[in-house]
């Protein structure tokens, strides 16, 4: 049985799947299959890894097969969120040879670009690990992706951030512009943003790019402060006037973070920090389907 899905990643798989079939098979369907492979002719063939990371998005590649030919059986032998070495035999499919080559590509793209997130994800995890910070996803996702891609995070060890516009309050710098005088609009933001019908219950998070910004911000007591492209040394003001004015404030760190630098802005002592390119840079990564007779 592979990893269980959260329903809405599930049915988002399934708008996904079935515009990307209708993309790939076009008004015609498979020219190349049809004509070289009999439709009765069965055959098996195995998902295997090139390199070494991170499964996610196999319960998608079953939906994609399941779309495809609900006679085709797909036994899995590495769930998501394992790890992998290459050559490892992720899943096995047999039924009609002509309907696995139909599913083939896009199943693979799902898992692979799926995996890919979720290996980046594991990576900087990682490079975490001993600390009290925590690797936040962010909203660069792609279009139409962002439940799948987010859940591949998750699966790799990562946190999610809100998933929209709609879950949470973040302020950013041009809601702040758009405030007007800069002494007060960073406070002025936080209350205006709890003060909305409806926000009563949503957390209020807000970002500063100074240290006189966060004044202002820990004055709101917002629920939490991100702390935009500040080096290690302002962090860690950062981190101590937060633990001196508003200890409960959560403070996140966010903006250039890579592989090499996220450890030493995790030392600093913030909460958290988000990291938007384990899903808008993650590379796919390199899986392949064999046949196998």
Same mark, same amino acid.
């Given at each position: 049985?592979?990893?269980?899905?959260?329903?809405?990643?599930?049915?988002?798989?399934?708008?996904?799947?079935?515009?990307?079939?209708?993309?790939?098979?076009?008004?015609?369907?498979?020219?190349?299959?049809?004509?070289?492979?009999?439709?009765?002719?069965?055959?098996?063939?195995?998902?295997?890894?090139?390199?070494?990371?991170?499964?996610?998005?196999?319960?998608?590649?079953?939906?994609?097969?399941?779309?495809?030919?609900?006679?085709?059986?797909?036994?899995?032998?590495?769930?998501?969120?394992?790890?992998?070495?290459?050559?490892?035999?992720?899943?096995?499919?047999?039924?009609?040879?002509?309907?696995?080559?139909?599913?083939?590509?896009?199943?693979?793209?799902?898992?692979?670009?799926?995996?890919?997130? %979720?290996?980046?994800? $594991?990576?900087? !995890?990682?490079?975490?690990?001993? /600390?009290? #910070?925590?690797?936040?996803? @962010?909203?660069? *996702?792609?279009?139409?992706?962002?439940?799948?891609?987010?859940?591949?995070?998750?699966?790799?060890?990562?946190?999610?951030?809100?998933?929209?516009?709609?879950?949470?309050?973040?302020?950013?710098?041009?809601?702040?512009?758009?405030?007007?005088?800069?002494?007060?609009?960073?406070?002025?933001?936080?209350?205006?943003?709890?003060?909305?019908?409806?926000?009563?219950?949503?957390?209020?998070?807000?970002?500063?790019?100074?240290?006189?910004?966060?004044?202002?911000?820990?004055?709101?007591?917002?629920?939490?402060?991100?702390?935009?492209?500040?080096?290690?040394?302002?962090?860690?003001? %950062?981190?101590?006037? $937060?633990?001196? !004015?508003?200890?409960?404030?959560? /403070?996140? #760190?966010?903006?250039?973070? @890579?592989?090499? *630098?996220?450890?030493?802005?995790?030392?600093?002592?913030?909460?958290?920090?988000?990291?938007?390119?384990?899903?808008?840079?993650?590379?796919?990564?390199?899986?392949?389907?064999?046949?196998?007779?």
């Amino acid at each position: 049985m592979y990893y269980s899905m959260p329903p809405e990643v599930t049915a988002a798989a399934k708008r996904l799947v079935e515009l990307a079939l209708e993309e790939d098979l076009g008004p015609t369907g498979d020219r190349t299959s049809e004509a070289l492979i009999p439709a009765e002719q069965p055959g098996q063939a195995v998902i295997v890894a090139r390199s070494p990371g991170i499964v996610a998005g196999v319960p998608v590649a079953g939906l994609v097969l399941m779309a495809v030919d609900s006679t085709l059986k797909f036994d899995v032998h590495v769930p998501d969120s394992s790890p992998v070495a290459r050559g490892d035999r992720i899943a096995t499919i047999s039924g009609p040879l002509r309907s696995i080559l139909i599913a083939e590509r896009t199943a693979l793209n799902f898992l692979q670009r799926l995996s890919g997130v %979720a290996t980046m994800t $594991r990576m900087y !995890v990682d490079a975490l690990a001993g /600390l009290k #910070a925590k690797l936040l996803d @962010t909203r660069k *996702t792609t279009p139409g992706w962002r439940l799948l891609e987010k859940y591949a995070a998750r699966v790799g060890g990562g946190v999610n951030h809100r998933v929209g516009l709609y879950d949470g309050i973040l302020i950013k710098d041009n809601h702040i512009a758009g405030l007007g005088d800069p002494t007060t609009a960073v406070r002025r933001a936080v209350e205006l943003a709890r003060a909305h019908p409806g926000n009563a219950n949503l957390p209020v998070e807000v970002e500063v790019d100074s240290l006189e910004q966060l004044e202002q911000a820990l004055a709101a007591r917002p629920e939490i402060v991100l702390l935009d492209n500040m080096p290690p040394d302002r962090l860690r003001a %950062a981190v101590a006037r $937060r633990d001196a !004015v508003a200890p409960k404030t959560l /403070l996140e #760190a966010s903006g250039g973070v @890579t592989l090499s *630098t996220i450890r030493a802005i995790a030392e600093t002592g913030v909460d958290r920090i988000s990291v938007g390119a384990i899903t808008h840079s993650a590379p796919a990564l390199d899986i392949a389907l064999d046949y196998a007779g």
